[in-house]
T-cell receptor
Framework: LAKTTQPISMDSYEGQEVNITCSHN???????ITWYQQFPSQGPRFIIQ???TKVTNEVASLFIPADRKSSTLSLPRVSLSDTAVYYC?????????FGAGTRLAVHP | DADVTQTPRNRITKTGKRIMLECSQT?????MYWYRQDPGLGLRLIYY???????NKGEISDGYSVSRQAQAKFSLSLESAIPNQTALYFC???????????FGPGTRLTVT
């Protein structure tokens, strides 16, 4: 049974780098990995997506090892406004499996 | 205006009642999705539609039905609501497989 697992919560301080790891042991060959951010009373918002190796955009980096059984979202120099829940999604076509979410709290 | 809208935003209903949640999008996407969000469980896929004539069950479709009235509209129905269907419901759209999903603001449903 496909399952996506991530830590329940993390704490950090302003200016630090935060790495959130997601486990997706049963990922299929054609599945991609996507991360979303969610603030209270809002729908999730896309952060980054990748298939293998490393992807970087203006807000985050995504590291995917060769076996693709895990992925790590890296947020450089977080600020208070990065306090949110972060979801890992693995899947493709007709199988979309979200993790339960990681609640990130950024402190002053 | 928002690209993906959901109505109503909040709804309280009684056990056994039929209720419909509506979703509209202006992004021109063919793919639309309905998810349910529960504390500690993340988002779970209820139904998805790749176009008006293509509707598919997701992970937790029991107790729910959907209707794709047009490319821009995708409705979720609870034929006979029960308390364990109390949750936050999200609609989403995407351009295609492998593309990011755009989520609506959510509908908070309470079944008493």
């Amino acid at each position: 049974l496909a399952k996506t697992t991530q830590p329940i919560s993390m704490d950090s301080y302003e200016g630090q780098e935060v790495n959130i790891t997601c486990s997706h042991n049963n990922i299929a060959t054609n599945d991609y990995i996507t991360w979303y951010q969610q603030f209270p009373s809002q729908g999730p918002r896309f952060i980054i997506q990748g298939y293998k190796t490393k992807v970087t955009n203006e807000v985050a980096s995504l590291f995917i090892p060769a076996d693709r059984k895990s992925s790590t979202l890296s947020l450089p120099r977080v600020s208070l406004s990065d306090t949110a829940v972060y979801y890992c999604l693995s899947g493709g076509y007709n199988k979309l499996i979200f993790g339960a979410g990681t609640r990130l709290a950024v402190h002053p | 205006d928002a690209d993906v809208t959901q109505t109503p935003r909040n709804r309280i209903t009684k056990t056994g009642k039929r209720i419909m949640l509506e979703c509209s999008q202006t992004k021109g996407h063919d793919r639309m999705y309905w998810y349910r969000q529960d504390p500690g469980l993340g988002l779970r896929l209820i139904y998805y539609s790749f176009d008006v004539k293509d509707i598919n069950k997701g992970e937790i479709s029991d107790g729910y039905s959907v209707s794709r009235q047009a490319q821009a509209k995708f409705s979720l129905s609870l034929e006979s609501a029960i308390p364990n269907q109390t949750a936050l419901y999200f609609c989403a759209t995407s351009e295609g497989e492998g593309y990011e999903q755009y989520f609506g603001p959510g509908t908070r449903l309470t079944v008493t």
